[in-house]
């Protein structure tokens, strides 16, 4: 079974710093890596999705990586805003588990103004 | 376009009682998915349908739940005799499945449902 974990669990910056998320999963199989976006009381809002062929992705101030073999995927933000202030969640998908989203926990993260 | 829209919002309802949640996916999107994200926990899968058929029910807590699929298009997720665990914010999601490359799924804005 896909395990996903997120680190940290929490994280707070002051405006303008760069952000750092780390996500890790234990079954290198895997078919893409989203990561989202989620404010509170909203639903999922995707950010970036990488294929599995792939090793980064970038949107504006977001860049992502994906180290397959390793079971890892970085996600960093630069010079973060209040409003990047949100819980951040990565999820995995399979094609062997009918592409269905294995999530981990998030990182929750608050950006000082 | 139109993205996935779920209704209602939000549901209070009392324990014993059957509610139904839908979701709208996008248009021409095949699959569709329903997680569940309760509160101190993660987001956990429920059931996955290509087309109107459900390959995957492994997901569904209990025989409380159903789901079905009707025209491709509408789904209805249906948990009977409510309970108090069953509190949660019902996501569901719409990937293009095969008639696109990516399989990315996009989410709905999700029903929270409070059962006292």
């Known amino acids: 079974k896909q395990e996903v974990t997120q680190i940290p669990a929490a994280l707070s910056v002051p405006e303008g710093e760069n952000l750092v998320l780390n996500c890790s999963f234990t079954?290198?199989?895997?078919?893409?890596l989203q990561w989202f976006r989620q404010d509170p009381g909203k639903g999922l809002t995707s950010l970036l999705l990488?294929?599995?062929?792939?090793r980064e992705q970038t949107s504006g101030r977001l860049n992502a990586s994906l180290d397959k073999s390793s079971g890892r995927s970085t996600l960093y933000i630069a010079a973060s805003q209040p409003g990047d202030s949100a819980t951040y969640l990565c999820a995995v998908s399979a094609r062997s588990n009918d592409y269905k989203l294995s999530f981990g926990a998030g990182t929750t993260v608050t950006v000082r103004a | 376009g139109a993205g996935v829209s779920q209704s209602p919002s939000n549901k209070v309802t009392e324990k014993g009682k059957d509610v139904e949640l839908r979701c709208d996916p996008i248009s021409g999107h095949t699959a569709l998915y329903w997680y569940r994200q309760s509160l101190g926990q993660g987001l956990e899968f429920l059931i996955y349908?290509?087309?109107?058929?459900?390959?995957?029910k492994s997901g569904l807590p209990s025989d409380r739940f159903s789901a079905e699929r009707t025209g491709g298009s509408v789904s209805t997720l249906t948990i009977q005799r409510t309970q108090q665990e069953d509190s949660a914010v019902y996501l569901c999601?719409?990937?293009?499945?095969?008639?696109?490359?990516?399989?990315?799924?996009?989410f709905g804005p999700g029903t929270r449902l409070t059962v006292t």
């Open positions: 349908f290509q087309g109107n058929s459900a390959p995957d």
């Open positions: 990488i294929q599995s062929s792939q």
């Open positions: 999601a719409s990937s293009p499945g095969t008639s696109g490359p990516s399989y990315e799924q996009y």
């Open positions: 079954d290198s199989a895997i078919y893409n």
